[in-house]
T-cell receptor, first 113, second 112 residues
């Protein structure tokens, strides 16, 4: 089902704690993305990475951090600085070049109590 | 940066009717326009896309049209079926780096 996985599916954390969301792909895709989805807000870009060891901020990067040490992996850390972290988080990947299609993971629903 | 507006936010139709979802974009340099379908509780999946060098593209019951001059593009679904019920997202991006900007989504409800 696309070869991109996210874990866990549901995540609960207490306010003030950092939490890391996993995203792994075995599609040999170069680019990876993190989006946040809130009702009525569409998909908003948090961070993206075009190649290993490089990443760029998206539109709503404040309170989040990422790393891209391996091509297959792009973990997202939601820090305590993120003021409203409860949301549905989607990871996506894409092969470089003219094939522009993004493949999405199944998502992680984060609830901060 | 790019701004994508999508309308309507909710669309309710009877089975067999047609459905049209419209998007406008602001950056005239955008040249790739995908549409994604997200069923309840599932991941978004690409259903059709169009590039700026064509005005229309069809795939069975779905079609997308693009008007570069007016900077708008639309998704057309004919002979709607209950399984078409989902949230549909449009997006716009420039070639090369591909950092798409998404619309806010349209919830399509097809009543049997």
């Amino acid at each position: 089902d696309g070869g991109i996985t996210q874990s866990p599916k549901y995540l609960f954390r207490k306010e003030g704690q950092n939490v890391t969301l996993s995203c792994e792909q075995n599609l040999n895709h170069d680019a990876m993305y993190w989006y946040r989805q809130d009702p009525g807000q569409g998909l908003r870009l948090i961070y993206y990475s075009q190649i290993v060891n490089d990443f760029q901020k998206g539109d709503i990067a404040e309170g989040y951090s990422v790393s891209r040490e391996k091509k297959e992996s792009f973990p997202l850390t939601v820090t305590s600085a993120q003021k409203n972290p409860t949301a549905f988080y989607l990871c996506a990947s894409r092969l470089a070049g003219d094939r522009n299609e993004q493949f999405f993971g199944p998502g992680t629903r984060l609830t901060v109590l | 940066g790019e701004n994508v507006e999508q309308h309507p936010s909710t669309l309710s139709v009877q089975e067999g009717d047609s459905a049209v979802i419209k998007c406008t974009y602001s950056d005239s340099a955008s040249n790739y326009f995908p549409w994604y379908k997200q069923e309840l509780g599932k991941r978004p999946q690409l259903i059709i896309d169009i590039r700026s060098n064509v005005g229309e593209k069809k795939d069975q019951r779905i079609a997308v049209t693009l008007n570069k001059t007016a900077k708008h593009f639309s998704l057309h679904i004919t002979e709607t079926q209950p399984e078409d019920s989902a949230v549909y997202f449009c997006a716009a991006s420039k070639g090369g780096s591909y950092i798409p900007t998404f619309g806010r989504g349209t919830s399509l409800i097809v009543h049997p």
